[in-house]
Nanobody, 115 residues
Framework: QVKLVESGGGLDRPGGALLLSCEVY????????MTWISQTPGKQREMVAR???????TYADSVRGRFTFSRDRDTNTVYLEMNSLKLEDTATYFC?????????WGRGTQVTVSS
């Protein structure tokens, strides 16, 4: 059984930094991509950072240059390094891994940026 578990969220001030982690448990077949997605109440989910199987990384305009996607194959962990936090980064962040057969989601981790 596949399970994604996010962690690392919390409360920080503008200009601060957080490191989100997504631990992947269980065997996953062919991965299409690995994505961090944010969601705020009343809004649709938005792609924040995506890592394709071709090795390319794509970032939302709002986070490019501040957030960095990375992965550790040895520990099956995906990371989102968040720097220079802004108030508008406040959201729940989800780890998403789609395959040809399934679309895996974690439960999310809350990030709150407040002065």
């Amino acid at each position: 059984q596949v399970k994604l578990v996010e962690s690392g969220g919390g409360l920080d001030r503008p200009g601060g930094a957080l490191l989100l982690s997504c631990e992947v448990y269980g065997p996953i077949a062919v991965i299409l991509n690995m994505t961090w997605i944010s969601q705020t109440p009343g809004k649709q989910r938005e792609m924040v950072a995506r890592f394709s199987t071709r090795g390319t990384k794509t970032y939302a305009d709002s986070v490019r240059g501040r957030f960095t996607f990375s992965r550790d194959r040895d520990t099956n962990t995906v990371y989102l390094e968040m720097n220079s936090l802004k108030l508008e980064d406040t959201a729940t962040y989800f780890c998403n891994i789609p395959t040809f057969d399934e679309n895996y989601w974690g439960r999310g981790t809350q990030v709150t940026v407040s002065s």
